[in-house]
């Protein structure tokens, strides 16, 4: 019996190993994922890959809205790097590193497994699927990097530029899909440049970051060649946080160093509503009259946030005010609406950038008449 079984085995793996051979690993890919961590916990996952390294946004959901011991908020969304290799076994670890994340395999076009770890204790099995149901988009990716050198000379300071953003892809709605292409590129586009295909986008901004960068430094770098500062770095990639029933909610992360104590990142976000290709703004969503209410709420959850008693100020903890007022850099999943305070907004540059979600029952009483987006 054993002898049958190890034979089994070992058909499985060559079964496996073949599978993966004849498996094209694409350079650059979006994957719109649905699926399932152990037997509680449904997840929901943009994936994107740019030659060996992946990105993704996740969102859990747990039954009885019980999060798992790592992810403290079913419904918000949290971020994920890592690496995938030329046969699709990949790992994807949470920038904040707080633990370790998914070790698994692209099985084929859009199916992947593997184990999701909390901690070194501790494995779940995932399974995740490419679905697209009706009220959902398919992009493509598209990024630049390249080094910079300040002179044409070996080891001098350098400026590092990488960017990545995504476009829709072509719809059965045209209309929709050209309002959103437009919303995309203008979100990510800073620099006022009116290109309309994503390639000459990421190209303009390359050629403004060259000529900034070396105007910048140039003087400079002959006066002090051994300044550290010289090198400098551009970061812009976007985010897919929600792709659903009709709501699209994405971000733009930005880093940037250009000299001084330390760079600077934001993440900004927008929300279109993809039965009409138009921004939603906050007015959208949440009633006016209920804005004084959101505002309690946020206060109340950012204290709860840092343990900080009811009866203290915020302001006595460092904040800048002791009332939150919502702002329109906000975004929605299926399990609520979070509020981004980039670094500076509420807080000082120590404090970082400060994420406010409520679940979709904390504002259900808030939302406007005929908001169905969770």
Not at 7 to 18: F, H, K, Q, Y
Not at 184 to 198: C, T, V
Not at 222 to 230: E, I, R, T, V
Request: with cysteine; hydrophobic share 35%.
């Amino acid at each position: 019996m054993r002898r049958k079984e190890h034979i089994i085995g070992l058909i499985l793996i060559c079964l496996i190993n073949a599978l993966h051979a004849q498996i094209t690993i694409p350079k650059k890919a979006y994957w719109h994922l649905i699926g399932t961590i152990g037997d509680s916990t449904s997840i929901s996952m943009n994936m994107v890959k740019i030659n060996d390294s992946i990105y993704a946004d996740c969102s859990f959901y747990s039954k009885g809205n019980q999060a798992k011991g790592c992810i403290q908020e079913p419904g918000k969304p949290y971020d994920f790097c890592g690496k995938m290799d030329a046969r699709g076994s990949f790992r994807l670890h949470p920038f904040s590193g707080e633990f370790p994340g998914f070790k698994g395999q692209l099985l084929n076009a859009g199916s992947f497994t593997g184990d999701f770890e909390e901690n070194t204790d501790r494995k779940l099995r995932f399974e995740l699927n490419e679905i697209y149901k009706a009220g959902s988009v398919q992009f493509s990716v598209f990024c630049i990097q390249q080094t910079v050198g300040l002179v044409k000379k070996p080891k001098s300071p350098a400026g590092l530029f990488r960017m990545a953003m995504l476009s829709p892809n072509e719809s059965g709605n045209i209309f929709i899909s050209d309002s959103l292409r437009k919303i995309m590129l203008k979100a990510f586009n800073n620099s006022g440049y009116e290109g309309i295909e994503p390639d000459s986008v990421l190209a303009w901004d390359l050629r403004i970051f060259r000529r900034d960068y070396i105007a910048g430094n140039l003087d400079l770098y002959k006066q002090m060649p051994d300044m550290g500062s010289l090198n400098w770095e551009l970061l812009r990639f976007m985010h897919i946080v929600y792709n659903d029933s009709d709501i699209l909610s994405f971000y733009i992360l930005n880093y940037a160093f250009t000299g001084g104590a330390h760079g600077l990142e934001s993440l900004d976000y927008c929300n279109v509503d993809l039965k009409t290709g138009k921004l939603l703004k906050l007015s959208d969503i949440i009633q006016e009259s209920r804005k004084q209410e959101l505002s309690r709420l946020l206060t109340m959850k950012l204290k709860k946030m840092n343990k900080i008693p009811d009866s203290q100020k915020l302001s006595d903890n460092g904040y800048f005010a002791d009332i939150i007022q919502p702002n329109e850099n906000f975004y929605l999943t299926r399990g609520g609406i979070g509020f981004l305070y980039n670094h500076y907004d509420i807080a000082p540059y120590s404090f970082g950038a400060t994420d406010i979600f409520l679940s979709a029952d904390e504002v259900r009483d808030l939302i406007r008449p005929g908001f169905s987006g969770f």
